[in-house]
């Protein structure tokens, strides 16, 4: 019961907090939604199949290329270029897949940053179709369809990337909680004895593979609206490594903690960049601290707490009833 009313406490907040706050924390709200989506989708390789990949921001930047052209060529209904730029980041998933679920372990690691290092070469040379370095710029929020309802306003997005953020957790909570899900954890327990079991450990990782790049590319298409920009830099290396970090500092292998992960990172990020250019530096010793102190991330203290202080807790409420 109260797990289910501090849901619903949060959802009320979230509601609230557009008319609460001014219009630089709802963007800044806005941007940890985004990165709590992408983070949860590199949750599913990184938390519940343990492949560390630093490659995911590849799915990220294909589907915000993906929409940037499509509303750069006339293309404004909203909902058909998130499926467009969706479907083509399930499509490089499917591709990367192929490649990569061939290696374990650092290799994995190694080659999916390959592969995302590829698309980012094209991304900056291929100047005609993707604007090189300079980007594609001009990346106009379209109008819903409703009376009075346009993404250009920062609240109506606002609402706009909420109800994707629910639905994305609702779709991986219930993916998790489902028999698949509980494969997926029998692989990342013990591959071999599934394998053993008749399971095809492979498909379950390349199908998990896809679905994580399809939640990737959902951030990503939000994002090039967000921005109403799309660079190389979507592609990049630091988007993955981020990514990466926002997992681990949630605590990896739990539904709400990338999500938390997520929002700590971007809100530190946006602390510390006003103060020096070199949040860079900041941010890794933070993954430092975090891998050495703190493995199970925040979620993980939380947790470790709550078992330290329950014993406590229990024996104090005996002596009140004695």
């Not at 750069?72 to 591709?95: D, Y």
């Not at 090039?224 to 630091?238: E, I, M, T, W």
């Not at 933070?286 to 199970?296: C, H, L, N």
């Not at 925040?298 to 947790?303: Q, R, T």
Request: aromatic residues 16%; hydrophobic residues 55%; glycine residues 12%.
């Amino acid at each position: 019961m109260r797990w289910w009313v501090g849901k619903l406490c949060v959802l009320l907040l979230f509601i609230i907090l557009p008319h609460a706050v001014g219009t630089y924390y709802v963007s800044l709200a806005i941007k940890m939604l985004i990165f709590a989506i992408f983070a949860m989708s590199l949750n599913l390789l990184v938390g519940y199949m343990d492949l560390p990949s630093l490659g995911h921001a590849a799915f990220f930047g294909v589907a915000a290329y993906a929409v940037a052209i499509l509303s750069k060529n006339g293309v404004e209904s909203v909902w058909l270029n998130l499926m467009l730029g969706i479907g083509m980041a399930g499509v490089v998933a499917a591709i990367f897949g192929l490649l990569a679920l061939r290696t374990r372990g650092s290799y994995f690691f190694m080659i999916t940053l390959a592969l995302a290092e590829v698309l980012w070469g094209v991304a900056y040379r291929w100047r005609y179709f993707t604007g090189g370095d300079d980007g594609i710029p001009g990346i106009a929020r379209p109008d819903l369809g409703f009376i009075g309802w346009s993404l250009g306003d920062a609240t109506i997005y606002f609402y706009f990337v909420f109800f994707f953020f629910t639905i994305a957790y609702i779709l991986i909570s219930t993916f998790m909680h489902s028999i698949f899900g509980h494969i997926v954890v029998g692989i990342r327990e013990n591959e071999l004895r599934m394998r053993s079991l008749g399971y095809n450990t492979w498909l379950y990782q390349y199908v998990l593979f896809i679905i994580s790049g399809l939640f990737a590319g959902l951030a990503g298409s939000l994002s090039a609206y967000f921005n109403g920009f799309v660079s190389p830099a979507d592609l990049s290396v630091r988007v993955s490594a981020e990514g990466f970090l926002m997992v681990l500092f949630g605590g990896a292998g739990s539904l709400l903690g990338p999500a938390i992960g997520a929002g700590s990172i971007v809100l530190l990020k946006n602390m510390i960049s006003a103060f020096t250019a070199r949040w860079l530096l900041i941010l890794g010793m933070i993954y430092v601290f975090v891998v050495m102190f703190a493995p199970q991330g925040v979620l993980g203290i939380i947790s470790k707490l709550r078992l330290r202080n329950g014993p406590k807790h229990q024996l104090a409420l005996g002596r009140q009833h004695l």
